[in-house]
C-alpha cells in the first residue's frame, strides 16, 4: 500500500496550493479518502473527507468555503484544493484512506508565509 502526497510548499496568505495523492496497492474506490494536517506541537486534525464515491463530502469548520476535496477513482488520486491560505494553515498535511483499515501517507508540508 502506498499514499504518496505532493504539492505542499511555501505560500503567501491568501494564496493557494493544490495538494495532490496518488494511492496504489489496495481498491481505491473502496476506500474513502481524507486530508489530515498536524502543526507543531498540536494533534493531528481532520481537515477533509470524500467517501468512497465521492457522493459525500465533509470539511472542518476551520477551512469550509477555502478548501475543496475531490477524487478521481479512474486514477486512484484525490486532491485538496486549498485558496484563501492564512498563516494557521501551515502543517504537515497527510493523505488517509480508510476502509478499513486506514493507511497513511508520508505527509507533505504546507506554510503559509509572508
Known amino acids: 500500500v502506498q499514499l504518496v502526497e505532493s504539492g505542499g510548499g511555501l505560500v503567501q496568505p491568501g494564496g493557494s496550493l493544490r495538494l495532490s495523492c496518488a494511492a496504489s496497492g489496495f481498491t481505491f474506490s473502496r476506500f474513502a479518502m481524507s486530508w489530515y494536517r498536524q502543526a507543531p506541537g498540536k494533534e493531528r486534525d481532520l481537515v477533509a473527507t470524500?467517501?468512497?464515491?465521492?457522493?459525500?463530502?465533509n470539511y472542518a469548520d476551520s477551512v469550509k468555503g477555502r478548501f475543496t476535496i475531490s477524487r478521481d477513482n479512474a486514477k486512484n488520486t484525490v486532491t485538496l484544493q486549498m485558496n484563501s491560505l492564512k498563516p494557521e494553515d501551515t502543517a504537515v498535511y497527510y493523505c488517509?484512506?480508510?476502509?478499513?483499515?486506514?493507511?497513511w501517507g508520508q505527509g507533505t508540508q504546507v506554510t503559509v508565509s509572508s
Open positions: 470524500i467517501s468512497s464515491t465521492g457522493g459525500s463530502i
Open positions: 488517509s484512506a480508510y476502509g478499513p483499515p486506514r493507511y
